[in-house]
């Protein structure tokens, strides 16, 4: 049997990032899309919320964003979401979500929106050491620090 070729689909670089200030207390998120040499900036703020919360709701806006399926790179200065994403999630979900420790998962309901997002995109997740001279970092920083003090 021949393999059927997979067409060749759009490929995404994404550069996400959240934060609180204090943490637990108002928050921002902020996600920048490349597309080619088309971007596209998206940004919100909570509140009440905490610094993994707005890391987990940029990659959730980002992906959410894109209308089909794509080859996606997505950028985060969180060890937490990268982490979650490449090994802890497939353990979480094998046991109800629920951690090691046999207790729930935090902010459970926002990495099933994640995976959920995910889903339809092959995704890469890589680490950017946070204020370090990453262009598309400090970018996306100074994104969700607007957004946190729009509120503040």
């Excluded at 994404?14 to 637990?24: E, H, I, M, Q, Y």
């Excluded at 890469?124 to 003090?149: F, I, S, Y």
Aim: net charge positive; proline share 4%; hydrophobic share 40%.
């Amino acid at each position: 049997m021949d393999k059927v070729a997979k067409a060749p689909r759009d490929r995404v670089e994404v550069w996400t990032d959240g934060g609180c200030k204090p943490n637990p207390g108002p928050g921002g998120w902020a996600a920048v899309l490349r597309f080619g040499a088309a971007e596209r900036e998206l940004t919100g703020s909570d509140t009440a919320t905490t610094n993994n919360r707005m890391e987990l709701t940029a990659a959730i806006m980002a992906l959410e964003a894109l209308k089909r399926s794509c080859d996606v790179v997505v950028h985060t200065d969180s060890e937490y979401v990268r982490n979650g994403m490449d090994k802890w999630i497939r353990g979480w979900v094998r046991n109800n979500w629920r951690n090691a420790a046999k207790e729930p998962v935090k902010n459970f309901e926002l990495w099933q929106r994640l995976l959920a997002a995910a889903k339809p995109h092959e995704v890469e997740w890589k680490w950017v050491r946070g204020h370090a001279g990453d262009v598309m970092n400090e970018r996306a920083d100074v994104l969700a620090t607007q957004a946190r003090e729009a509120i503040s």
